[in-house]
């Protein structure tokens, strides 16, 4: 990248750079597009925050430029952009890369997986930090983890699911491996980039959508079109956000500024799992009261769909070693949070309600 040694400004400065103001004075602008809407509450504050936290760190030393979902490049086309030099940065959630390497759906969510919290701990502790670092390495990206949706809703549907013959034949929306186990059971899954969710399903194009949870489920007026949601989500118990950076671009990076980038995540992870925390509940709420009707799959449902994600599973770690070694990685600390969730988190949680 001609970009990269913006930063080193010193004692030896191109005379092509001296012409900028900005860059003579150690001030550097980087492009930053995300995947999703950059207004959208949640995964647009994720990128914003994240954005106004780097400049305000650096006093202005390093400025990000977000651009919206598919103003620069595609939603699905971040990571590209960030590896091949059109933007420095980039904002996504890893698995809308999943085309590059399958083993990535483990670094946003799979069926029947982690939540959030168990997510963070297995990046940070349990070596999936580590495992993300080598695979996007491949393609010259950093990540870094920045939030979590937490537990999604399994969607919107215009019809009835009360048993899996009623699955057979749906259009639906919907993101990852899950799409994968929906197929199994006779789904036409598809994965529409966000800004083209709403419009396919009040046309009529897709007949079923999830998008995230009742906190931005509503923002996009999926409650407009269907008045019944299935939750919770089968194939996202906590699908997460990241902030990829071309490497190049980041080595050469002082180290106080490559350490802002790393704290900024951090920070606004924190603020978006706080987020989607308060506000899905609020909007839950609302949404109730405005007469959605908030239902769970029927058990035969969920325990074929844990059955096709099983199959689903096995399939794609046989077809990829990379794969194979991330999930092993991963069942690992799954196992263990299981049993750990399982005799306190969810009690904790089902004797509050009596
Ligand atoms: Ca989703």
Known sequence: MKRRNLLKVGA????????????????????????????????????????????????????????????????F?????????????????????????SAIHFFSTVPFGMTATEHVGWLRYGGGQELWDEIYAERDLKPFYSGNSGVQAAGWFKKEINSVADLAGLNMRIAGLGGEAMRKLGVNAVLLPPPEIFPAFQSGAIDAAEWVGPMLDQAFGLNKVAQLCYVPAFHEPGAALEVVVNRQAYEDLPKDLQAVLANAAEATAHETIAQFGYFNAVAFAQLKEAGVDFRNLPAEVVAALREASKEVMAEQAAANPVFANVMESYDKTLAISRQYAAALEAPSIMQRVG
């Open 12 to 75: 030896v400065v191109p005379a092509m750079a001296l012409a900028t103001p900005a860059i003579a004075q150690g001030k550097v602008e980087w492009k930053l597009p995300t995947s999703f809407p950059a207004k959208a509450p949640g995964v647009g504050t994720n990128v914003t925050s994240f954005a106004a936290r780097v400049s305000a760190m650096t006093d202005g030393r390093l400025t990000l430029k977000v651009f919206s979902g598919g103003e620069l490049v595609p939603p």
């Open 77 to 101: 086309g971040v990571e590209d952009a960030v590896q091949n030099g059109t933007a420095e940065i980039g904002h996504s959630t890893p698995y809308y890369s999943a085309g590059k390497n």
